[in-house]
């Protein structure tokens, strides 16, 4: 009998245990997501600064047809920098497109890449581009400082870039339209201000 209560006793320290390591567990994923929970698109700061005056740049579309950037119109532009070497551009042109037909009616999505043209041929027809503005050529590249795909720049109806950013999800790409709407440069910083502010607070 007493055998049978120490074991007892003995299970209920044990369950105690582990609800205790379980505990720590929760937490201890809880913090890993704060750290983590910048999962906008990573802006890289260099080129135009975010909230300024995008450049002015008019250039032609694979039909010849002149593309205006940065100049004020009746619709913002998503800008979306891609290759058709590059596999995360084409894991996102069905997230790109789908953009493009919920807001179609105040966001024209422009398309811009650069190289072989038989390979931007088949990506366009790959993905069923054909209808859409897509740029080749390295003017658009050079003036926005593009140095890494799949990247992206949203500029306004006034012509100011409100958000850039490297994107490799929906995630990311939603987070620059997030960024926009709060007027901040991305969520990144909004977050580690946040944290400043905390730290400073306490």
């Known amino acids: 009998m007493q055998t049978l209560i120490v074991s007892n006793l003995l299970l209920w320290c044990l369950m105690l245990a582990l609800a205790f390591v379980l505990m720590g567990l929760v937490r201890q994923i809880g913090v890993l997501h704060a750290r983590v929970a910048p999962a906008g698109a ?3 700061d260099k080129g135009v600064a975010v909230n300024s005056q995008a450049p002015k740049l008019t250039v032609a579309d694979r039909e010849g047809r002149p593309v205006n950037f940065g100049y004020a119109g009746e619709k913002s532009q998503l800008l979306f920098f891609l290759s058709p070497t590059c596999p995360i551009c084409k894991s996102l042109l069905p997230a790109i497109k789908s953009v493009s037909r919920q ?10 890449s650069d190289g072989d043209p038989v390979a931007q041929e ?8 054909e209808g859409a503005t897509y740029v080749v050529g390295p003017e658009a590249g050079m003036t926005y400082q593009i ?22 999800s929906r995630e990311h790409l939603d987070s620059l339209f997030e960024a926009e709407h ?3 440069s991305s969520l990144q910083d909004f977050l580690h201000g946040n944290a400043h502010a905390a730290n400073a607070q306490q």
């Not at 088949?122 to 581009?129: D, E, K, P, W």
């Not at 140095?147 to 490799?168: F, Q, S």
Request: proline letters at 2%.
């Open 182 to 184: 709060m007027g901040v």
């Open 103 to 112: 807001r179609a009616d105040d966001l024209d999505v422009i398309y811009v």
């Open 147 to 168: 140095g890494k795909l799949p990247y992206v720049a949203l500029i306004d109806k006034g012509g100011i870039l409100r958000a850039k950013g490297l994107v490799n």
């Open 122 to 129: 088949a990506l366009i027809t790959g993905f069923n581009l």
């Open 42 to 44: 990573l802006m890289i």
